[in-house]
């Protein structure tokens, strides 16, 4: 008996006693993994960022929507400031046509009235040139309806770092020019009817009170100016994104106009704002710049005649100084166009970015065309339909 008082010894217990069995060491088996699914054949590459658009993929703040039609205008040339200069030439051209017609008549009569018609026809005359300032405001909302629709299509390729030419620009306008022309001719009817109702009682004033007429006239015409800058500038901001919508989303003219006034909900007022600042910046800038010429213009006469010219030598005169002055009027015009037009087209792409998400799109869009994934065009144009 051991010292336990078990009767079995130590040697039978360490000879009974055998180290247990473990399975084979897994260092010495070769693991095999399961198989992915998808075998990548390559190693993915590095994908260079995307190029920086006009403007940031986001709601544009009122910095960029000034700043950015300059910077297109560098970079596309043909497909903004060239249909610029045409609208230019041709509603300032149209614009001094009206203004001869409506002042000539009564200047021709001055000239050969007696004293108790004189102060009649004077009266007369000085109400119509009042008048007449007003009369490149209705060409100017003509051609900025026109030209914002062709404007939007090369601003929103410039939003995602594209470039159009001048013949895509057409083929992205094919069918859709009808539309934009009969939404012009609309605004320009409108336009012209409005004048013409709230020059009639300018008129009446001016030349139905003896002397003072015009300055009362002139009185009622700043009263009527304000009521309309306020009344038809409101309708007008609700109404402008019609252009854009006819020619970027291909809308017919109904279509459109809900389309405008959808967007502009509960924001004209923002937009009036917006749109009337740029557009006393552009006539204020288009005054100043006008008026060295203008300057330089009343020099040339007395250096030429010192001694005072003949009747023929004076119309000479007046149709090369009236020539100058329309092609310099169309030059700083077409960059005013340019100005008011893409103000127009970023307003409307800022309006569908705040109200639709259309900022979010276009990044999708930007990011998948970068890494090579086909998707579809976000701005179709009319020769895909």
């Known amino acids: 008996m051991d010292d336990s008082g078990s009767g079995a010894s130590r040697d039978s217990i360490g000879d009974a006693w055998q180290a247990p069995s473990f399975p084979a060491s897994t260092a010495s088996r070769s693991v095999t993994l399961a198989p992915l699914e998808g075998e990548i054949s390559r190693r993915p590459s590095w994908t260079p960022p995307p190029k920086r658009g006009l403007v940031p993929l986001r709601p ?24 610029a200069l045409v609208i230019s030439l041709i509603t300032t051209a149209l ?32 109400t119509l040139s009042g008048l007449a300032a007003w009369v490149p405001v209705v060409f100017a909302l003509t051609a900025n309806a026109f030209l914002v629709g062709i404007f939007v299509v090369p601003t929103a390729r410039a939003i995602v770092a594209e470039r159009v030419s001048f013949r895509g620009l057409r083929w992205r306008l094919k ?7 009969v939404w012009t001719t609309i605004v320009f009817a409108v336009s012209a009817v409005i004048f013409a109702l709230a020059a009639l009682p300018v008129l009446s004033v001016g030349t139905s009170i003896p002397y003072l007429g015009p300055t009362f006239a002139a ?42 006034w959808s967007l502009s909900r509960g924001s004209s007022w923002r937009l009036f704002g917006q749109q009337f600042l740029i557009w006393l910046m552009v006539g204020i800038a288009s005054a100043v710049l006008a008026q060295p010429v203008k300057l330089l213009l009343g020099l040339v006469f007395p250096l030429l005649f010192p001694n005072g010219g ?10 090369v100084s009236t020539v100058v002055t329309t092609m310099v009027a169309t030059v700083i015009g077409a960059f005013g166009l340019v100005l008011q037009s893409g103000v127009g087209a970023l307003l409307y792409l800022d309006a569908r970015m705040r109200r639709e998400g259309l900022d979010l799109a276009l990044a999708r869009y930007v990011d998948d065309r970068q890494r090579g994934v086909k998707v579809a065009d976000p701005f179709p144009g009319g020769g895909a339909a």
């Open 310 to 319: 003949t009747q023929a030598d004076y119309a000479i005169y007046d149709a």
């Open 60 to 83: 544009i703040g009122f910095g960029p929507v000034v700043s950015a039609p300059f910077r297109l205008q560098r970079k596309t040339p043909r497909t903004t400031l060239g249909p």
């Open 219 to 260: 009185l009622v015409g700043f009263g009527e100016a304000i009521a309309l800058i306020l009344g038809v500038g409101i309708l007008f901001a609700r109404l402008g994104f019609v252009s854009e919508a006819i020619t970027l989303e291909g809308l017919k003219l109904r279509a459109a106009i809900a389309r405008s």
């Open 95 to 126: 614009a001094a046509l009206v203004t001869y017609v409506a002042t000539a008549g009564p200047l021709a009569a001055l000239d050969s009235s007696y004293y108790q018609d004189y102060v009649a026809v004077s009266q007369l005359s000085t």
């Open 175 to 181: 069918g859709r020019l009808a539309r934009l022309s």
